[in-house]
């Protein structure tokens, strides 16, 4: 497995916790991924649905309530598979495979192009690879809201599912050797 993976410098990140965390004014550019952050991220959460994991920057003053920079939610998926790609075939049940999903993941405007997505990525891999360590999870999937997004993850190198172009996939072997780059 690869070395840890450090936090960019200036920021940290952690699982979401709403009493310090403030999502409102989190502003990615994607009205969906806002809302989600401000109005749904910790009630999934409290209900072991997911788990949202926040980017914040670190600063020097002592602050009680941190803003949220980015983040990322993973969750435990099925995904029915009618046509499953050769190397996905001998993890899937009949017509499905257990999997983890990349849900959501955002970075907010003022902080964009500082390659915090690039690493909100490798951080969401690292924690997939570990539920793979203790778990069966034989890929990664994540689901691109437009191809602009899905350039983002091949480069990366995840692969289209061929009943679902926006719908992208990574063995998780692959993610170690990602990880060790």
Known sequence: ?????????????E??????????????GAAPLDEYLETQASQSQNKNNSTTHVLLENNLEDQKIRQIVGYVTLTP????????????????????????LI????????????????FLLMYALKCCWEISQMSACPAVFVDAKDENVKNFYTRFGFHELSERPLRLYLPIKLVSEILSD
Do not use: W
């Open 1 to 13: 497995m690869a070395t840890a993976l450090r936090d960019p410098d200036g920021y940290s990140i």
């Open 15 to 28: 699982r979401l916790d709403s009493s310090i965390h403030r999502r409102e004014g989190f502003s990615c």
């Open 77 to 100: 998926v099925t995904i029915p598979l009618t046509d499953p790609p050769r190397v996905l075939k001998k993890n899937a049940r009949e017509t499905a495979i257990h999997a983890q």
């Open 103 to 118: 849900a959501r993941m955002a970075v907010d405007r003022k902080h964009q192009g500082k390659r915090l997505g690039e």
